[in-house]
């Protein structure tokens, strides 16, 4: 999915009303959202279609004219997209070879000689905290603190390093690694943006990007370890990524404050006091069965076998790798295929040997590849604004939340200046607290979460950009991408 950008800097914006299509947006938020669907290639160019916040297609009319609807033929919506130099398209459109263009208000589609008028800059609409695949390396990016270097050496992105987050300003790129600091045109890692940070990205369909500086040189992996730098030769596609949704890591610890962990390959232990790779698992989520998986580093499942033994040995399609997910106070109950519930014999061994859930039962969830969390939900981002004194759910460039780890399931939120979250009597929040307060995270989907707050209510955004704590259930409004 992605926001188109126009010369004059306004985004493509498919209108609630009728069948309207403009250029009078001026972020990217729902209306400006466009998901790019690849129908088939024209050489080595795709060929696509844009489909719009409400299901509906982008058309040419005969004369030109572009609106909202369902296509009455191929003919109407179907574009062959090229890349230009500064990372812009064109949509051009196949039948009547007319390129998609705006005069700064209205969209139409009339002229057969592209100029800057009908060029477009694409904007990534996914969550902005990411991973980057390279497909001729076969690795995710990570970042080294120590170094300050990033490197493309990781096969399976269980590390909180593999994360970045794609700040978007003024038509460039800065990426903040998880350490919050900038990949930089001087190879080491830059503290703060600028323009040294600043990279155009170029991007094409299933959101393959590489990024260049403005003399136009690429970053691509480099030398036997894959030191991600600027350079001028790289192999052929050697500079494209994949970009991809940070995944959820989770790792699950036990009453007696031990980690659930794979020894000997296969089996499944609750012993160590240290989260190591063998405890931490891809919480992986089935929208419509709401089936949870979980997924160890070497892409085997755990799984409920014979004697309600559960092993490190399954596949995604078989149905003991299966679990149900009841979720309490930031502790979290797995009922496996055989319709009981996980626990810990003496021995440490986990088995699915309870009919009724109790302590033993509960473990406490922590994000293993998350400090801190960058929250989306349906009207925007959550931050502060220097226009309120209180916590905004609206926003387009967002705070990052520094996630500070208490007991069992529970979190200190910290804002960016060492302060931590407040609570308001009304169920706003601010930014100016002295004191800790707790919050309960519950994983709800794929990279969706409902937060838990300290007086007891769910955290809900709401219609009017203020961040509320004051549902009692979890309802659309109080589900959060992370």
Known sequence: ???????????????????????????????????????????????????????????????????????????????????????????????????????????????RNPSSYHKWLPQVAMHIHVVLYNPTHQCYARADADLDRVWVDTPVPYLEECGFVLRFKNGMYHLETSSHKYISRMEKLANQPSAQTAFTLHLKPRCLAFLSDQDGHVLYPQGSRGLLCLGDNP?????WFVVKRCPQWVSLKSKARRYVSVICDTEVYVGSDKVTPKSVFQYEFDPETKAVQLKTVNNTYL???KFKSIMANGRRMEPETNFRALWHCGKIFLQAFNGWYLGIRPTGLVVAGAVNPGPREAFGVRLANRSFLVLRGRYGYVGSSS????????????????????????????????????LSSDGTFGTW????????????GSNIL????????????????????????????CLWEF
Request: aromatic content about 8%; overall charge negative.
């Open 1 to 111: 999915k992605v926001g188109l950008i126009n010369w004059a800097g306004s985004y493509l914006t498919s209108e609630c009303y009728g069948d309207g299509v403009t250029v009078l947006g001026n972020s990217l938020g729902r209306k400006q959202t466009w998901e790019l669907q690849v129908t088939m290639k024209h050489g080595k160019q795709p060929v696509v279609e844009l489909l719009g916040h409400q299901g509906r297609y982008l058309l040419v009319d005969p004369d030109g004219s572009v609106r909202c609807g369902q296509p009455a033929s191929l003919q109407q919506s179907q574009f062959l997209l090229e890349l230009h130099p500064g990372g812009k398209w064109t949509l051009q459109l196949m039948d009547s070879k007319k390129y998609l263009e705006s005069d700064g208000e209205d969209v139409f589609c009339v002229s």
């Open 235 to 239: 192999r052929e596609e050697e500079e």
């Open 303 to 305: 799984a409920q076998r």
């Open 387 to 422: 226009c309120h004194d209180v916590l905004q759910c609206n926003l387009v460039d967002p705070d990052c939340i520094e996630l500070l780890p208490c007991k069992q399931g529970i979190y200190h939120f910290q804002a960016c200046g060492r302060s931590f979250w407040a």
């Open 433 to 444: 607290g002295k004191f800790a307060l707790n919050f309960c995270l519950e994983i709800q």
């Open 450 to 477: 409902a937060v838990l707050a300290p007086n007891g209510y769910y955290m809900r955004g709401d219609r009017s950009g203020t961040l509320l704590a004051d549902s009692k259930e979890v309802t659309s409004e």
